[in-house]
């Protein structure tokens, strides 16, 4: 009979499977949204997250994501599926979509070192997702300044991340480091 947590894993997996089943990438790749919390989840079980902070990687661009779909997901609805403390983790590295996207950045930045210990986990393997992303794969019509500029405020929104999971610490840096040596030679004339 498989674990509690096993179990847990797997529904939160389903769950974002189905909520994510039309979304995209914004790379150039164009694949499955679901690919990204997938790589989030297993890059914190990989460095020994905490399993509510696995849990909420899985579901954790749910309601940000699906605010435009037929049915979109709400906090509560997370609270009455996963229960409270994987609803509040979610929540609590949600942005808000109503918001310019210029103030979410900044406060991601001005958030980050006040968040809990698995939210600072949950963000950093995001964002390490991401680089890995939009390095690969960057978004079709980003210009390269616009490459750079994500990624030197990923790294800024890390430094407020620091202090609880070396290893994963160690994984964005050298994840933000292979991002700017790709970028520099993208910016090489032929």
């Given at each position: 009979?498989?674990?509690?947590t096993f179990?847990a894993v ?11 089943t039309?979304h995209r990438r ?9 690919n990204?919390v997938l790589e989030v989840?297993?890059i ?6 905490p399993?509510?902070a ?12 699906s605010?435009?779909?037929?049915d ?19 929540a ?5 979509k109503?918001l310019p ?19 600072k986990?949950l963000?950093l393997?995001?964002?390490i997702?991401?680089l890995?992303a939009?390095t690969a794969?960057?978004?079709a019509?980003?210009?390269h300044?616009?490459?750079v500029e994500y990624?030197?405020w990923?790294?800024r929104?890390?430094?407020?991340l ?15 480091r292979?991002?700017?040596v790709?970028?520099?030679e993208?910016?090489?004339p032929?």
């Open positions: 009979m498989p674990s509690q179990l797997l529904q939160a997996a389903s769950f974002a499977a189905r909520v994510h039309t914004k790379g150039t790749a164009a694949e499955p949204y679901v990204h989840a297993q914190l079980a990989e460095h020994g997250a399993e509510e696995i849990i909420a990687a899985l579901l954790h661009d749910t309601v940000e994501d605010d435009a779909d037929p979109p997901i709400t906090h509560e609805r997370l609270v009455a599926e996963f229960g409270p403390t994987v609803a509040e983790l979610v609590e590295v949600t942005d808000d109503s996207k210029e103030a979410r950045k900044a406060l991601q930045i001005r958030h980050a070192p006040k968040a809990s210990d698995p939210a986990m963000k393997a995001d964002k997702s991401n890995r939009v794969h960057p978004p019509g980003w210009p300044g616009r490459l990624v030197g990923a790294g929104v890390a430094e407020g620091r202090g609880v999971n070396p290893g994963l610490e160690a994984l964005f840096d050298a994840t933000y292979q991002a700017l790709s970028l520099a993208a910016s090489r032929g």
